[in-house]
T-cell receptor
Framework: DTGVSQDPRHKITKRGQNVTFRCDPI?????LYWYRQTLGQGPEFLTY????????KSRLLSDRFSAERPKGSFSTLEIQRTEQGDSAMYLC???????????FGSGTRLTVV | AQSVSQHNHHVILSEAASLELGCNYS??????LFWYVQYPGQHLQLLLK??????LVKGIKGFEAEFIKSKFSFNLRKPSVQWSDTAEYFC???????????FGGGTRVLVKP
């Protein structure tokens, strides 16, 4: 148990459908991050929250992607009109302000067919 | 923006051999440095981290890494590997006052029994 939970673990969807992933961070962590990892690559930063505020978004995050953290606890990442290129592992991580280093969840593997 | 490069994509070695994985980063300021490991089918786990002080840091499972500031390097070492060290290893960096971890592309290590 890593302390960061992600749901679902796997998602297969048809191209054009919308998908939503959930992340529950470690409860005392106020920072939450989303990353994407494709086969053979390192994780790539998507976006970051401090409490409920989304403070940074990567250029990788097209307008089809949206992330929320409404109460500063769990977060959701939604992808609209999925494309095959969205197939990847989506990783969530959390940390405490002033303490470098993240704790990662197990990820959600998305396959777009 | 910072970037991280890992020199080897794949490493194959036998048990009891020594391991060294290279990592170089580009960033002009002070950074925090990390090595993460991902065992097959598992989430990313922190192996070790460097913030300041002694440039030789020791992590879990007998791993260590040396920060050489003049070379912008943070190489990972283990004197004698075991079959259970088969995994993918990621180097990561974030600026001292930054929030975002930037990862290298990873090195897949296969230890033959």
């Amino acid at each position: 148990d890593t302390g960061v939970s992600q749901d679902p673990r796997h998602k297969i969807t048809k191209r054009g459908q919308n998908v939503t992933f959930r992340c529950d961070p470690i409860s005392e962590h106020n920072r939450l991050y989303w990353y994407r990892q494709t086969l053979g690559q390192g994780p790539e930063f998507l976006t970051y929250f401090q409490n409920e505020a989304q403070l940074e978004k990567s250029r990788l995050l097209s307008d089809r992607f949206s992330a929320e953290r409404p109460k500063g606890s769990f977060s959701t990442l939604e992808i609209q009109r999925t494309e095959q290129g969205d197939s990847a592992m989506y990783l969530c991580a959390s940390s405490s302000e002033g303490v470098p280093g993240y704790t990662f969840g197990s990820g959600t593997r998305l396959t777009v067919v | 923006a910072q970037s991280v490069s890992q020199h080897n994509h794949h490493v194959i070695l036998s048990e009891a051999a020594s391991l060294e994985l290279g990592c170089n980063y580009s960033y002009g300021g002070t950074v925090n440095l990390f090595w993460y490991v991902q065992y097959p089918g598992q989430h990313l786990q922190l192996l070790l981290k460097y913030f300041s002080g002694d440039p030789l840091v020791k992590g879990i499972k007998g791993f260590e890494a040396e920060f050489i500031k003049s070379k912008f390097s943070f190489n990972l070492r283990k004197p004698s590997v075991q079959w259970s060290d088969t995994a993918e290893y990621f180097c990561a960096v974030n600026p001292l006052r930054g929030n975002k971890l930037t990862f290298g592309g990873g090195t897949r290590v296969l230890v033959k029994p």
